[in-house]
């Protein structure tokens, strides 16, 4: 258990960065990101942030970063499966 928690921790260190980007977004946003980020996900919002100041383009990326990977993920999942 308390390995558990440690290794996803992580998410707490990767929300407090990003909420530093994220201050004027919507709450809809915020809600909806935060079970998006993952690892590359963050990554690629984090560094798109730091170049990035519009706030609509920042969530564009974000979503789309988080919803390609996802879908990736799930197709990936579908192909081992049938397979």
Same mark, same amino acid.
């Given at each position: 258990?308390?390995? !558990?928690? +440690?290794?996803?921790?992580?998410?707490? +260190?990767?929300?407090? /960065?990003?909420? =530093?980007?994220?201050t !004027?977004?919507?709450?809809?946003?915020?809600?909806?990101?935060? !079970?998006?980020?993952i @690892?590359?996900?963050? +990554?690629?919002?984090?560094?798109?942030?730091? @170049?990035?100041? @519009?706030? /609509?383009?920042q969530?564009?990326?974000?979503?789309?970063? %988080?919803?390609? =990977? %996802?879908?990736?993920?799930? %197709?990936?999942?579908?192909? !081992?499966?049938?397979?």
């Open positions: 258990m308390f390995t !558990g928690l +440690v290794v996803n921790a992580r998410l707490v +260190v990767y929300s407090a /960065s990003l909420a =530093r980007h994220w !004027g977004q919507p709450r809809w946003f915020r809600v909806a990101a935060a !079970g998006l980020i @690892d590359p996900t963050w +990554v690629a919002a984090e560094r798109h942030a730091q @170049d990035e100041r @519009d706030p /609509s383009a969530r564009r990326y974000c979503l789309a970063a %988080g919803l390609t =990977r %996802g879908l990736a993920w799930s %197709g990936a999942i579908a192909v !081992g499966a049938l397979a």
